[in-house]
């Protein structure tokens, strides 16, 4: 599975975008109990949990958890970026 997310953190600076790969889900998967299958839907903390995961393995320097990212920037915006194709048969 395989997401990009738009990242602001409402600070001036400029909008990151990352996509999410195996180890990302693989990592949220471990650390959260769940699988991607499990039908419980998703939340704005598993989509803050994957931004920080993949910002943090492109070198960004982060606190440790993706929930101390969030209490220190708790204005943030996290969204999905949908890329689906909308005329896959053409």
Known sequence: MK???RIDLQDGAPVQEVTTNMACICE???AENRKISDGKGL?????????H?????????????SREWVKQNPNMTIEAVDETDPNRTG
């Open 43 to 51: 939340g704005y903390s598993d989509l803050v949990f994957w931004a």
């Open 53 to 65: 995961y993949m910002l943090r393995l492109g070198g960004e320097k982060l606190p440790l958890t």
């Open 28 to 30: 949220w998967e471990r």
């Open 3 to 5: 997401l990009k997310l």
